[in-house]
Nanobody, 127 residues
Framework: QVQLVESGGGLVQAGGSLRLSCTAS????????MGWFRQAPGKEREFVAG????????VYSDSVKGRFTISRDNAKNTVYLQMNNLKPEDTGVYYC????????????????????WGQGTQVTVSS
């Protein structure tokens, strides 16, 4: 079955960096777009970044653009989220997610386009 496992979260001071990883199994990873979402305490889960199955296109939310970078290594079935210049408002549980459709040409911001989720990894940024 499809499984997504995130790692790399932790506690960091504002201005610091973290690199999240998400390793996938149970499906043809290289054929699906992937996304990163996050959920802050008391808030709804929101889109952070997405990457096309080929790795050739990426998209970011306005709140992280210029600070976060999404990438993937299809040989390792892993998608990454490099987070630099972290801010306290970046605190939350970060989830990776798999697109429902194989080989989709457009990147999607909405959770309903994703059908598999990891368990999440906690990121806490102190001020």
């Amino acid at each position: 079955q499809v499984q997504l496992v995130e790692s790399g979260g932790g506690l960091v001071q504002a201005g610091g960096s973290l690199r999240l990883s998400c390793t996938a199994s149970g499906y043809s990873f290289s054929m699906y777009n992937m996304g990163w979402f996050r959920q802050a305490p008391g808030k709804e889960r929101e889109f952070v970044a997405g990457i096309r199955w080929s790795g050739t296109n990426t998209v970011y939310s306005d709140s992280v653009k210029g600070r976060f970078t999404i990438s993937r290594d299809n040989a390792k079935n892993t998608v990454y989220l490099q987070m630099n210049n972290l801010k306290p408002e970046d605190t939350g549980v970060y989830y990776c997610a798999k697109d429902i459709n194989v080989g989709r040409t457009t990147l999607q911001f909405t959770q309903s386009f994703y059908d598999a989720w990891g368990q999440g990894t906690q990121v806490t940024v102190s001020s």
